[in-house]
């Protein structure tokens, strides 16, 4: 298995540009999220999904949009990108709502730029 | 097996008392450790802690980790009713290749009363 997979690795953008982050996992896991992590700071979620065709907002969901119409991928959108969105994105997944008492998988995230 | 342990499950208090929430870990190829406050749906990153010893504050929180003995305590102080929520831990790991894990505890519900 590859585990939860993302591309790109590394991205700049220029202000207003859009551009959508890959997520992908081999798991079969119907709970998917995304995540963002500022330096020195924790992850916040910005947006997760408990199965294909449904997806909630997180903590820090604007300027985001996602979509899950397989179980497999769960691809975020940024539609006019702003510095504040500068940095390190992360996909994750698990088996079940992992909110409490659970483990999720994570990808190696992608390093987003805007400038 | 990797695990989070929390106590106490649950807590009441006055307004105006001290609390201080419990996390211990037992997890291979730990990174950090993170509290995190839920009230609704979507939980509200409070901390992130790396390095043993060393206490983080925010306001009327504060935390600390000790990696020697594997656990991180979460302490709140004068604590008021919009405090009430779940307090939840989670250890972040590595898992393999490019692959890192978030292993949450089972959250502490905090009620604050008036």
């Known amino acids: 298995n590859a585990g939860v997979t993302q591309t790109p690795k590394f991205r700049i953008l220029k202000i207003g540009q859009s551009m959508t982050l890959q997520c992908a996992q081999d798991m079969n896991h119907n709970y998917m999220y995304w995540y963002r992590q500022d330096p020195g700071m924790g992850l916040k979620l910005i947006y997760y999904?408990?199965?294909?065709?449904?997806?909630d907002k997180g903590e820090v969901p604007n300027g985001y949009n996602v979509s899950r119409s397989t179980t497999e991928d769960f691809p975020l959108r940024l539609e006019l990108a702003a510095p504040s969105q500068t940095s390190v994105y992360f996909c994750?997944?698990?088996?079940?709502?992992?909110?409490?008492?659970?483990?999720?998988?994570f990808g190696p995230g992608t390093r987003l730029t805007v400038l | 097996e990797d695990k989070v342990v929390q106590s106490p499950l649950s807590l009441v208090v006055h307004e105006g008392d001290t609390v201080t929430l419990n996390c211990s870990y037992e997890?291979?190829?730990?990174?950090?450790l993170l509290w995190y406050k839920q009230e609704k749906k979507a939980p509200t990153f409070l901390f992130m802690l790396?390095?043993?010893?060393i206490e983080k504050k925010s306001g009327r929180l504060s935390s600390i980790l000790d990696k020697k003995e594997l656990f991180s305590i979460l302490n709140i102080t004068a604590t008021q009713t919009g405090d009430s929520a779940v307090y939840l831990c989670a250890v972040e790991a590595s898992y393999g290749g490019a692959t890192n894990k978030l292993i949450f505890g089972t959250g502490t519900l905090l009620a604050v009363q008036p």
């Open positions: 790396t390095s043993s010893g």
């Open positions: 999904s408990v199965g294909a065709g449904i997806t």
């Open positions: 994750a997944s698990s088996t079940r709502l992992a909110l409490g008492s659970d483990t999720q998988y």
């Open positions: 997890v291979t190829n730990f990174r950090s």
